[in-house]
């Protein structure tokens, strides 16, 4: 079982203020890449996809991916209330499923 | 466009029982995963299905099964209900297998008493 990592949190951020969350992975070659943000009692909600090196940026969010290091990360900018959830980071392995952190929880302050 | 949908949203069976919980795909998706996330945890892949075949399969006992019907909807039936059973329970749907983005169902609460 490939394995992706990520610190559980809390992660507490003041509003208004950049919140950067990471993620790190164990199989060299995975190529496909995921952060999903899910809300209290609620189901996952994909809100970025990277599959290339570098940076992807949608609205607020930037998706960071390094290869090299084997690491990716999520940047929210100008973090709002509504953006406290837990995070949660996936990398597809195979073509069939995808292999999760156990997320980090994001609480931004107002 | 349609999303996924799931059915029932919530589900409280005793231990030994068999449970079937159901997943429609998102309009133009032909492919169905099924997730348990147990609380504090990331979701743990189960199955695939894909044109009605099983398309990989994670570390769950013979006693999780699914099927995928023509229209892509999925099943997952869980046999002899143990209490660890208790999860919530994630379908996705994807466009094709190993193609683009997973995106989940609301999901299916099951306590096991």
């Known amino acids: 079982q490939k394995e992706v990592e990520q610190n559980s949190g809390p992660l507490s951020v003041p509003e208004g203020a950049i919140a950067s969350l990471n993620c790190t992975y164990s199989?060299?070659?995975?190529?496909?890449f995921f952060w999903y943000r899910q809300y209290s009692g609620k189901s996952p909600e994909l809100i970025m996809s990277i599959y290339s090196n570098g940076d992807k940026e949608d609205g607020r969010f930037t998706a960071q991916l390094n290869k090299a290091s084997q690491y990716v990360s999520l940047l929210i900018r100008d973090s709002q209330p509504s953006d406290s959830a837990t995070y949660l980071c996936a990398v597809r392995e195979g073509a069939q499923k995808l292999v999760f952190g156990q997320g980090t929880r994001l609480t931004i302050n107002p | 466009e349609t999303g996924v949908t799931q059915s029932p949203t919530h589900l409280i069976k005793t231990r030994g029982q068999q449970v079937t919980l159901r997943c429609s795909s998102q309009?133009?998706?032909?492919?169905v995963s099924w997730y348990q996330q147990a609380l504090g945890q990331g979701p743990q892949f189960i199955f695939q299905?894909?044109?009605?075949?099983?398309?990989g399969r994670g570390n769950f006992p013979p006693r999780f099964s699914g099927l995928q019907f023509p229209n892509y909807s999925s099943e997952l039936n869980v046999n002899a209900l143990e209490l660890d059973d208790s999860a919530l329970y994630l379908c996705?749907?994807?466009?094709?297998?190993?193609?683009?983005?997973?995106?989940f169902g609301p999901g299916t609460r099951l306590t096991v008493t």
């Open positions: 309009s133009g998706h032909n492919t």
């Open positions: 199989d060299r070659g995975s190529q496909s």
């Open positions: 299905y894909y044109r009605e075949e099983e398309n």
């Open positions: 996705a749907s994807s466009f094709s297998i190993g193609l683009g983005e997973q995106y």
